[in-house]
């Protein structure tokens, strides 16, 4: 079973373009790569065709795992969504008690996550730790260094 992923219109067009991408660039591409190490005679000994072989089973991989990604996503209307408590597409900002550092994330899908932008993916310990919290709350999340003490300052959409 396919899991669910919830996603924005604006990541699902980005999926698709990818995609596009992928079937009508690269998939004939590499067909022609293959093709030309064919013409070079025999197999058995041609590293060029084993290489083209090989990047076209990834690429096939890689649709696949497109083509279910956007099989499995559902769009999420962000201007429904309540700031009651912290869910996914909420804008948050919080506090690192510890060392008095303000930060601001917006929580995304695992496709659409980018900490340079500051979107980070609903499957992160962060993530997970300030779903379903409230502002003023104080909480203490695991994370790989440690544990992190956070109070939630604010949420928005």
């Known amino acids: ?22 079937v009508g660039v690269e998939r004939p591409a590499i067909s022609k790569l293959i093709a030309e190490a064919r013409d070079k005679g025999d197999l058995s000994e041609n590293a060029e065709y084993e290489a083209a072989k090989e990047a076209q ?14 099989g499995s996503s559902r769009i999420i209307d962000g201007s429904k969504l309540d700031t009651e408590r912290i869910q996914i597409l909420n804008k948050i900002k919080i506090r690192n008690t510890k060392n008095n550092s303000t930060m601001e994330y917006t929580i995304v899908s695992d496709s659409e996550a980018d900490l340079k932008k500051g979107k980070i ?29 956070f109070e939630i300052i604010e949420i928005s959409r």
Request: aromatic share 2%.
């Open 57 to 70: 089973g990834m690429l096939e991989m890689k649709i696949a795992r497109l083509k279910d990604a956007i």
């Open 1 to 22: 079973m396919t899991k669910i992923s919830y996603i924005t219109e604006e990541g699902l067009q980005k999926l698709k373009v990818e995609l596009e991408n992928l």
């Open 121 to 149: 993916a609903v499957s992160t310990p962060i993530a997970r730790g300030l779903i379903g919290k409230k502002v003023g709350d104080h909480v203490e999340i695991q994370v790989p260094s440690g544990v992190i003490p």
